[in-house]
């Protein structure tokens, strides 16, 4: 890469005086940083621990406002025991007052000046020692000096070995007319009073530990313990009592650079020596940067002459902001003709214009599916084409959306390779049948054969009778409905097969489910008696009628049962059974009971082998067959009626053995307006 001229080195060596400058700032600049991240360490240090000093005598002063509190409602109490009658019940009624308002308070006893217990009250759960207030020699030293000295006296710090937590005792004396006459005595608990009247968020900074100092401290923390870091003591002077108040922070050694200025000092520095290099790059980059915008410009040009999908933005106003060459090739409309222009479009067919208006307040209001619509445009020369159209938020560089990009595909080809796939499906369903009508034309003429001998036998009979003169009219009736009864029976079976093999194209209508299969039944049975298969039918009452083409139908049936029995040639003949079931189901999961039915299914159910994992997974693939003669068109055939009709064909497992095919098809609706034909 060629050095611009202001980055070649001079021919002149560098004199000391243009050295000793830049080097002198860069020194000082450096020292500056250095003293900076020292002095505010120490800085650091100092305001920690003053904050640490500020907190501890916070603790203390909240301490000492509750035990002098305390205290001064203890001695109200005694004054009020000295003055008047209280008794032992009302006693202990004022101390549940008092433990329920200072959660501190362990229990509180009234005892005489024989050191006799008169009354105690304390929580639940506790210790029987703790109903003996002068069961330890502290809590005794200290009723005595406070009868001594008649004023009140705290205990020593003992610890309660049963409950395992440290405690002391406030003794307030009683004094009827200057003379002892018993005292008060409060069980404080060293945790309780930490608990209480040290915050949760003062805990989370620091490890506040409380206590004597020959006894083991009550301690309160939350989020570890101490570093010995910051900590700071205060002694709590009560009277008999000294208490150590510690406050050791759970922070350790602060940064070594703790605050925003510090740190910018030394940032600056470092930005002085990248400045240069900095410098040198952002030439050499925006010369990069600008070959390739040329670049990208002449790609983006090249991409956009070469797409096939059309591309339309508009604004949020409705207004053609731009379109390409696609698009214009498209419609025949040059760009210049179209940017600009506001509803209605002149690429609009004018017998749908108000579908259009529709559809272009849905995309402004951002209502419009993103799944795509199709839609007719018309060329500028008149001829109409077929288009998909998919609609999608135009966003800017700052994600504010300032219109809408249209994505638009010419389907009319694709329309017309769907029509002729359908046609061709239409006769490969034709040719399908008439190869069923084909292995069913030896079944056919024996089935045939049995209605044909009945009829021959009952005529025989009739002859023989008239000749015998012992033809009456009651015989006649009834060899007559006999010969009638088998005449009916031949004639369903050939017309079955008629209408069956018949080429029409496929027309829908409403039509009733039990029809469908009383159609069908001759043919299935006659296959079933082949095999000796017994067929079972599982139909729900009063079902709703369908809407669907009942010769592709029957085709679906036809095929699915003979498939059924065919897979139990190898299943003992007492097992031998084909179970049809139909009932009504719901789309979506619903509950027929909660939305009503809106589909019904069809469900051919065989006690065969079943199926191996490698035939499942390409039973619906096209020429795939398990019969040596078979052709592997059927069950796609199939799947594809049913899903003309919108309905889904599938398979499981037949919990008897076997397998259950099973598909829907849509109940007829009065909302719905039937078309002959093809959708």
């Known amino acids: 890469m060629r050095i611009p001229s202001i980055f070649k080195a001079s021919s002149k060596k560098p004199r000391p005086i243009r050295l000793i400058i830049p080097v002198g ?58 003055h008047t009658k209280i008794t032992p019940r009302d006693f202990e009624k004022k101390a549940a007052v008092l433990l329920r308002n200072h959660p501190e308070f362990i229990a509180l006893h009234w005892v005489d000046a024989q050191h006799k217990t008169l009354a105690t009250r304390a929580r639940e759960n506790m210790d029987p020692v703790e109903l003996k207030p002068l069961a330890r020699p502290a809590a005794l030293e200290a009723l005595e000096r406070a009868a001594r000295l008649e004023q009140p006296s705290y205990s020593r710090v003992y610890v309660n070995p049963t409950a395992r937590r440290a405690q ?50 009550a301690i309160r923390r939350s989020s570890g313990k101490g570093k010995e870091m910051f900590t700071h003591q205060i002694q709590i002077e009560l009277a008999g009592l000294t208490l150590r108040l510690k406050i050791n922070s759970i922070h350790g050694e602060p940064q070594l650079i703790p605050n925003i200025l510090t740190g910018t000092v030394v ?23 600008d070959q390739q915008l040329a670049e990208q410009s002449a790609f983006r040009k090249a991409m956009e002459d070469s797409l096939v999908t059309g591309l339309r933005a508009r604004d949020l106003e409705g207004r053609v902001t731009y379109v390409n060459p696609a698009f214009c090739e498209m ?48 060329r500028k020369n008149g001829e109409r084409f077929e288009v998909l159209i998919f609609e999608a938020p135009l966003i800017d560089a700052n994600g504010r959306q300032t ?59 009739s002859l023989n009778l008239l000749q015998g003169g012992k033809f009456s009219a009651e015989d006649a009736l009834g060899l007559l409905g006999k010969i009638n ?46 095999h000796d298969v017994r067929v079972v039918y599982e139909v729900t009452p009063a079902l709703p009628d369908i ?47 909660e939305v009503g039915p809106t589909l019904l299914e069809v469900a051919v159910a065989d006690r065969g082998s079943g199926m191996s994992p490698e035939v499942e997974g390409q039973i619906f693939t096209s020429f795939f067959s398990t019969k040596t003669e078979g052709m592997g068109m ?8 049913v899903e003309f009709h919108g309905g889904r064909l599938e398979f499981v497992p037949n919990p008897g053995g076997g397998t259950i095919f099973r598909f829907t098809l849509p109940i007829y609706s009065y909302s719905v307006h039937p078309t002959a034909g093809a959708p």
């Open 25 to 82: 700032v860069l020194l000082l600049l450096l020292t500056t940083a250095v003293l900076t991240v020292v002095l505010s360490y120490r800085f650091e240090l100092q305001t920690r621990q003053r904050s640490v000093i500020a907190d501890a005598l916070w603790v203390e002063q909240a301490i000492q406002f509750q035990l002098t509190r305390n205290r001064e409602a203890m001695e109200t109490l005694a004054q009020e025991i000295a």
């Open 634 to 641: 059927g069950l796609n055939i199939c799947r594809t009626a």
């Open 403 to 461: 219109g809408w990009m249209s994505s638009i595909l010419d389907i009319t080809q694709q329309k017309k390779v769907e029509l002729l796939n359908h046609q061709q499906q239409e006769k490969l369903q034709s040719a399908a049948r008439l190869t069923t009508m084909g292995e069913l034309a030896s079944m056919l003429s024996h089935e045939l054969n049995q209605p044909l001998s009945a009829i021959s036998s009952y005529s025989t009979a």
């Open 547 to 593: 809407y669907v083409d009942a010769v592709m139908m029957e085709q679906v049936l036809l095929n699915l049962t003979r498939n059924g029995i065919e897979a139990m040639q190898d299943t003992p003949l007492a097992e031998r059974v084909l179970t049809i079931r139909v009932q009504p189901t719901a789309t979506n999961g619903a509950g027929a009971a």
């Open 331 to 378: 419609t025949g409309y040059r760009a210049e003709e179209m940017i600009g222009q506001t509803p209605p479009m002149p690429y609009w067919a004018p017998e749908a214009i108000e579908d259009y208006q529709r559809r272009h307040e849905e995309v402004l209001a951002g209502t419009v599916s993103r799944e795509g619509y199709e839609a007719v445009f018309k």
């Open 485 to 530: 009864q088998q005449a009916l029976r031949a004639g369903q079976v050939i017309r079955s097969v008629q209408e069956f093999v018949r080429k029409r194209p496929p027309t829908r209508a409403r039509l009733a489910l039990e029809t469908l299969i009383h159609n069908v039944q001759p043919l299935v049975e006659l296959q079933a008696a082949q």
């Open 168 to 217: 002391f005792d406030l003794t307030i004396p009683v004094l009827k007319q200057q003379k002892f006459a018993g005292a008060l005595i409060v069980n404080y608990a060293l945790t309780s009073i930490l608990d209480e009247h040290v915050p949760w968020w003062f805990a989370q900074e620091y490890e506040v530990s409380l206590g004597e100092p020959d006894t083991p401290p």
């Open 267 to 289: 940032v600056l520095c470092l930005i002085l020596l990248f400045s240069l290099w900095a410098l040198w790059r952002d030439i050499s980059q925006r010369i990069t940067l």
